[in-house]
């Protein structure tokens, strides 16, 4: 990449270039110094970085500073990283130092070096040729970091791919989950992807696992359980073993020591029987879950709504499926505006105050991303317009969502997603500068019928699907990137994240009701996608 430019006619200075690791010998040459942890430092000159670096250029020649913190990394992490500034390779890389080295190449976009790290990966994984756990699990436990941390699947694949073909899935399975409560969603994701149409897999580590709990401890069943559970396909283990299906829910009903529990253990069962049902005769290799979902992710999480208020709280602080800011808000809100039907809000500020100190605690140490500024402004009940400043970014700061606005509005959140519907969005998609095609780059989302009462919200991928429409569609769009709210009339938004219990059928009538014409009590809703970039 070209980094500085000359109008006299000479060659501008390009990188990977080797400047020569020796200069870093010479105590006149290095003009700055990068502090690493454990009070080490590394020195280097700001000119051969800046060339690698815009970061470090924006720091050293805007800000003038002579010094920069990389506080997070080992000292032996940025002297290779450096070295590899003078020398244009990244020769002395190695396994321990991978993560570090990869994460300060993304941290100041230095984008040959992080190609670099790539292909040192991928020649990792070539020289894996026979089954080793150990091996296997630095090529998973990497390709997971770079999801979590970077949102990045540019080592999934390679990682799935070296275990399938070394026949080790079962094997690496078994092991991995032996530690399944210490697993984030992230990781537990991915071990579901790998045993793709094998979920049997799952179904017998877990199986053995909660058999041993029942003998030892005793319930309850843990929350990455769970979650690993409503995930999989488990009407592809009912219809190849129907022995380890049962008596997986045998083991799940014995450690049923609640009604909440006993109600999503029959959940899951009635999940499995209606997926089954609804499956197509398809091969076998259609029954590996495609790399792309294109079912909005934040609809229908579930939550006990008659929780009392110490229990929400810690709840909150410990649910799995709370994977963002604005998850943790919608749930509150969903909560506080059923358990306080008639006027909707908290009967304390100290209630309030507290959980909004626990969500802004939950966003420094889970690393989640700030809102948009605009929705400081946004009028929640619970909260009242601007407290939600705390949670957004600062006027001008760069915020990790853009917000799309649908072109479309409905009658009733609730009535629309309980028939058959579709919503059209305006969104040119990061990368693509300039488009060709008529009509507005967008995308359309469309409900889909499912096993439960209301329908899944699905993003519509099929070129078909755009034909005699105003938008067109480009495919680096992604599901998986979107968290869907609306607004009513008075730009109030309204959560739609938290209505599992409706959708399953485990909530009345009469709850169906009451959401559906006081909580959506006006009408004419708009929509909007956060979209994560």
């Not at 997070?72 to 321990?96: I, K, M, P």
């Not at 799940?252 to 899951?268: F, I, N």
């Not at 209606?274 to 079912?295: G, H």
């Not at 096993?451 to 998986?480: M, P, W």
Request: aromatic share 10%; with cysteine.
């Amino acid at each position: 990449a070209v980094v500085s430019t000359q109008s006299t006619g000479v060659p501008n200075v390009t990188v990977p270039m080797n400047f020569g690791k020796d200069l870093l010998l010479s105590p006149t040459h290095n003009n700055i110094v990068l502090n690493t942890s454990k009070d080490m430092t590394v020195s280097a000159n700001s000119v051969i970085l800046s060339f690698n670096s815009p970061v470090i250029g924006h720091l050293t020649g805007t800000l003038h500073l002579t010094s920069v913190d990389m506080l997070e990394f080992d000292r032996e992490a940025v002297q290779l990283f450096v070295e590899a500034a003078y020398s244009g390779t990244v020769e002395g890389l190695t396994r321990a130092l991978f993560r570090d080295v990869n994460k300060i190449c993304k941290v100041f976009k230095v984008d040959w070096m992080s190609e670099k790290c790539v292909e040192f990966y991928k020649e990792e994984a070539e020289t894996v040729t026979t089954a080793s756990y150990t091996d296997l699990l630095f090529l998973f436990e990497e390709a997971a970091y770079i999801v979590e941390m970077q949102k990045s699947r540019d080592l999934v694949e390679v990682a799935l791919k070296r275990i399938e073909v070394l026949q080790y899935k079962k094997q690496f399975i078994d092991q991995y989950l032996e530690n399944v409560d210490r697993l984030s969603t992230v990781k537990l994701d991915l071990v579901i992807e790998l045993a793709g149409s094998e979920v049997n897999y799952i179904v017998q580590t877990l199986t053995n696992q909660l058999t041993h709990q029942m003998r030892v401890q005793g319930p309850p069943i843990s929350v990455n359980s769970r979650y690993i559970l409503d995930n999989s396909c488990l009407h592809l283990c009912k219809k190849s073993n129907r022995e380890l299906f049962e008596n997986l829910f045998s083991i799940l009903e014995d450690l049923s020591a609640d009604l909440d529990t006993m109600r999503w253990v029959l959940q899951l069962h009635k999940k499995a029987d209606l997926e089954q049902q609804e499956e197509l005769p398809s091969t076998s290799t259609a029954l590996v879950p495609s790399p792309r979902n294109n079912k909005i992710p934040n609809l229908y999480h579930n939550m006990n709504m008659e929780m009392s208020y110490d229990q929400f709280v810690n709840w909150l602080c410990t649910s799995g499926d709370i994977t963002n800011v604005l998850l943790a808000l919608e749930a509150v809100n969903t909560w506080c505006r059923y358990q306080y039907k008639t006027h909707g809000s908290f009967s304390s500020k100290s209630q309030l105050n507290t959980l909004l100190e626990r969500i802004t605690g939950m966003m420094n140490t889970q690393g989640w991303l700030k809102l948009p500024y605009s929705l400081r402004f946004d009028g929640w009940g619970t909260w009242g317009r601007g407290t939600m400043s705390r949670c957004c970014v600062s006027e001008g700061e760069k915020c990790g969502y853009v917000e799309v606005d649908c072109i479309d509005t409905c009658d009733k959140p609730l009535t629309f997603l309980s028939g058959e519907g579709t919503l059209i969005f305006h969104f040119k998609p990061p990368g693509v500068t300039t488009c060709e095609q008529s009509g507005h780059c967008g995308f359309i989302l469309k409900t889909i019928p499912s096993a439960g009462k209301l329908r899944t919200l699905e993003l519509c991928t099929d070129t078909k699907d755009y034909d005699n429409t105003s938008v067109h569609f480009h495919d680096s769009i992604r599901a998986e990137n979107m968290h869907i709210i609306c607004y009513d009339s008075n730009c109030y938004s309204r959560s739609i994240s938290w209505f599992g219990g409706l959708h399953s059928g485990l909530e009345t009538s009469d709850d169906f009701m009451w959401w559906n014409d006081i909580y959506f009590i006006f009408r004419s809703f708009k929509w909007k996608i956060l979209y994560l970039i």
